[in-house]
């Protein structure tokens, strides 16, 4: 019995882990970046909350507001390729997280 047991929650166990992985699939943020919830601002975002967006460590988050103290406010988001370190190739993981506001 204990070994039927044992066995029956292994199975539900891989059952929910493959519900789980599946529903992942639909989601459309990417689930490495589920702390992502909602946009980020690029004209108010903090170097901590910059880090959240995949790709981005404290040094390109700290160019980011680097940028924007020097230069001004973002006024789209393309403009992030401007900062040093942020390609084409970068803006297009990160930029479906961001958003321009003032």
Known sequence: M???LTGLAIITGMAFQAHTA???ENVSVPAQHAE???KINL???SVDELTAL???GKSKAQAI???RKDVGEFLEVEQLTEVKGIGPKMLSKI???VMVAN
């Open 2 to 4: 204990k070994k039927t």
């Open 65 to 67: 507001v680097n940028y």
């Open 22 to 24: 599946h529903a992942q």
């Open 54 to 56: 995949p790709g981005i």
């Open 95 to 97: 930029e479906h997280f």
């Open 36 to 38: 992502v919830s909602q």
């Open 43 to 45: 004209n108010t975002a």
